[in-house]
């Protein structure tokens, strides 16, 4: 089945105290097949589905058909925040958090239905795109990611379980394969609301949930996203933990 991309989907990137918000003019019309384990391309060449990471940055993966359904994406919006101090300490080296979103069409909104396996597979669609973003974001510290954390945010005419069938049955195998690692639980948030409401995403040590000095959050909002007929479907990716991390189990 051929991949059908959608020309008017757009990139945003806001990097947080730095850049403006940009849009990123769409290439032309590619062509791609569709890989049901939803595995990192890198990794899987000679399977039946590429994800490039600059058609993925510069939204041309706007529309990906998916099996028994596809996925649309409106935009797609990338938050950096790089702490370089902290309490008047400056840090030996700057920790990094990436936020990367997907505003994508909701194929079961309007109504109840017991089969969310669309969803489900729009799942590691999603998820494959939203890593390979969140690594570029990263740029020269993507090697050393030891956090993540994900979350959704399902328009008003969804329902909770819309999020639920994104991100747990086959989110994580595409992060997973393209950050390295990843014995851990992916920490998630989720909940049913309106345009521009925010998402606060738990984050933890990608190996190990119990390492304290990951332990953090990040947050983001998308002005007029999700529409009630879509949903925000989040990433976060953490390098260096928390500034100053000091706070140690008890003895």
Not at 103 to 112: D, E, K, R, S, W
Not at 131 to 143: Q, T, Y
Not at 223 to 241: F, M, N, T, W, Y
């Amino acid at each position: 089945m051929r991949t059908r991309v959608d020309r008017t989907a757009t990139t945003e990137t806001a990097v947080k105290c730095c850049q403006p918000v940009a849009d990123r003019t769409p290439e032309p019309l590619l062509e791609h097949r569709p890989d049901l384990d939803g595995k990192v391309a890198v990794e899987r060449r000679d399977r039946r589905f590429e994800h490039r990471a600059e058609d993925i940055a510069v939204g041309r993966l706007g529309s990906i058909e998916a099996t028994g359904g596809e996925m649309q994406v409106r935009k797609v919006i990338v938050q950096r925040e790089e702490t370089r101090g902290a309490v008047g300490r400056e840090l030996a080296m700057p920790t990094v958090k990436v936020v990367v979103a997907a505003v994508i069409a909701n194929p079961l909104a309007g109504g109840f239905s017991q089969d969310l396996t669309q969803l489900e597979e729009i799942g590691a669609e999603v998820a494959a795109l939203l890593v390979e973003e969140a690594l570029r974001a990263a740029g020269d510290r993507a090697g050393e990611v030891s956090s993540y954390g994900k979350g959704a945010i399902v328009g008003l005419d969804g329902e909770l379980e819309h999020a639920a069938a994104l991100i747990h049955p086959r989110f994580g195998a595409p992060v997973r394969a393209a950050i390295g690692g990843g014995q851990a639980i992916i920490p998630s948030t989720k909940k049913v609301d309106g345009a521009g409401a925010a998402i606060t995403m738990p984050l933890t040590n990608k190996d190990d949930i119990w390492s304290f000095d990951e332990m953090d959050a990040a947050e983001i909002a998308v002005p007029g996203a999700p529409r009630s007929d879509e949903i925000l479907v989040c990433l976060a990716l953490g390098v260096g933990g928390r500034p100053h991390a000091r706070t140690k189990k008890p003895a």
